[in-house]
């Protein structure tokens, strides 16, 4: 082999080389774009569960927040519930009190009225009793002015008669 074979394999071997090194620097480029990447996914990676994380414990606030609100809740409607009963039993006692101040006004009202009226009855009656006993005594009045009357129709009757004879009387006289 010649010099020039030699320097041509040599140049050829060096081409070669130069070759691998331009596929090895385009390699390690490739490695040095994979790392990045592989460190911009972590970093994503990270970022990700950073939020994920975040996202979570504002779920668990969120379910906390949501629970307490519902406990919450369920403590007004009870609370409401245990109002709306006391508020009923205080109306039913007011409406139960107040139905029995008018019950007893209008019983006292009814008695006043059944006293005025048992009081007007009773006058009536003493009115009506003093009117019969008048009446009785009128009539008993009567009785003893028309026997008085007729006494005296009978004593007129016998003046009368008496008086007629006496005429007769003085009529013969005259007569003879």
Not at 110 to 121: F, R
Not at 143 to 164: H, N, S
């Given at each position: 082999?010649?010099?020039?074979?030699?320097?041509?394999?040599?140049?050829?071997?060096?081409?070669?080389?130069?070759?691998?090194?331009?596929?090895?620097?385009?390699?390690?480029?490739?490695?040095?774009?994979?790392?990045?990447?592989?460190?911009?996914?972590?970093?994503?990676?990270?970022?990700?569960?950073?939020?994920?994380?975040?996202?979570?414990?504002?779920?668990?606030?969120?379910?906390?927040?949501?629970?307490?609100?519902?406990e919450e809740a369920a403590d007004i409607v009870r609370q409401?519930?245990?109002?709306?009963?006391?508020?009923?039993?205080?109306?039913?006692?007011?409406?139960?009190?107040?139905?029995?101040?008018?019950?007893?006004?209008?019983?006292?009202?009814?008695?006043?009225?059944?006293?005025?009226?048992?009081?007007?009855?009773?006058?009536?009656?003493?009115?009506?009793?003093?009117?019969?006993?008048?009446?009785?005594?009128?009539?008993?009045?009567?009785?003893?002015?028309?026997?008085?009357?007729?006494?005296?129709?009978?004593?007129?009757?016998?003046?009368?008669?008496?008086?007629?004879?006496?005429?007769?009387?003085?009529?013969?006289?005259?007569?003879?």
């Amino acid at each position: 082999m010649t010099q020039a074979h030699e320097a041509a394999d040599a140049i050829r071997r060096m081409a070669k080389f130069y070759q691998n090194m331009q596929f090895a620097a385009d390699t390690l480029e490739k490695i040095g774009s994979l790392e990045q990447a592989t460190q911009e996914a972590k970093a994503a990676t990270l970022d990700a569960q950073t939020e994920r994380d975040k996202a979570l414990s504002e779920l668990t606030e969120a379910k906390e927040a949501t629970a307490a609100a519902r406990e919450e809740a369920a403590d007004i409607v009870r609370q409401a519930k245990f109002e709306a009963e006391i508020s009923a039993t205080a109306i039913k006692q007011e409406a139960e009190q107040a139905a029995a101040t008018a019950k007893a006004a209008a019983e006292r009202e009814a008695s006043s009225i059944l006293n005025a009226a048992q009081a007007k009855v009773d006058r009536l009656a003493a009115q009506s009793r003093d009117v019969e006993a008048a009446t009785a005594a009128a009539q008993n009045e009567l009785g003893a002015i028309k026997a008085r009357a007729e006494l005296a129709r009978e004593a007129a009757d016998a003046e009368e008669k008496r008086l007629a004879d006496m005429r007769a009387a003085i009529s013969k006289l005259m007569e003879a």
